[in-house]
Structure formats: structure tokens, C-alpha cells
Nanobody, 120 residues
Framework: QVQLVESGGGLVQAGGSLRLSCAAS????????MGWFRQAPGKQRELVAV???????NYVDSVKGRFTISRDNAKNTVYLQMNSLKPEDTAVYYC??????????????WGQGTQVTVSS
């Protein structure tokens, strides 16, 4: 069992930056792929970024070059650095942990979500 708690969301102007953090408790954090999903009102949940247990990363095209996912296994924490934010990045962002998260496009464990709002 893994518990995930996100932090770092908020309100920012377009062009600004935020860093999301996701702290994990429980066993074997390092074996899981970790991902950040987001869901905007009226839209489907979207996988934004994934980092594998080995450190490989993948991003949805809309955030490539602007977002960076990283993990610190010693701290059981995954991060999402978001730069050059756009109003269309506004959503609730969820942290997830799972096996084969990228292939399955879903996690086995989820955080409660953190709101990111980008004003124009």
C-alpha cells in the first residue's frame, strides 16, 4: 500500500512557474513508476508526465520543454516543475504510482489532487 500526498498547487499568472511535490509513504516507492495526471473541468483525465523506476521520463506533447518530472527515492518524493505556464494548464493535478503506469495510462495508487490555476 502506498499513500500519496500532493502539495504546491496554486494560482499563478501565465508565464509563471510552480513546482508540485508528491510525498509517498509505504513500502517500495522506488519500484513504482510515478506519474502526474491532470483533469480540467469537462475534460478527460490526461497523463502529463511519467518517470519510471529507472528514471526514464515521458511527457504529453503539450508540456514538452516546459514541464520536468523528477524523483528523489531517498525522500520518497516525486516532483513536477512547471515553467512557462499557460491558462490551458489549469486543472486539478494528481500524483499516481503504479506498475507499467505509462503503458496502462493509469496508476494503482492516487493522491487527493492539487489545484493549479493559471490566469491570463
Amino acid at each position: 500500500q502506498v499513500q500519496l500526498v500532493e502539495s504546491g498547487g496554486g494560482l499563478v499568472q501565465a508565464g509563471g512557474s510552480l513546482r508540485l511535490s508528491c510525498a509517498a509513504s509505504g513500502r517500495a516507492f522506488s519500484v513504482y513508476s510515478m506519474g502526474w495526471f491532470r483533469q480540467a473541468p469537462g475534460k478527460q483525465r490526461e497523463l502529463v508526465a511519467v518517470i519510471s523506476s529507472g528514471g526514464s521520463t515521458n511527457y504529453v506533447d503539450s508540456v514538452k520543454g516546459r514541464f520536468t518530472i523528477s524523483r528523489d527515492n531517498a525522500k520518497n518524493t516525486v516532483y513536477l516543475q512547471m515553467n512557462s505556464l499557460k491558462p490551458e494548464d489549469t486543472a486539478v493535478y494528481y500524483c499516481a504510482a503504479g506498475i507499467q503506469l505509462l503503458a496502462r495510462q493509469r496508476g494503482d495508487y492516487w493522491g487527493q489532487g492539487t489545484q493549479v490555476t493559471v490566469s491570463s
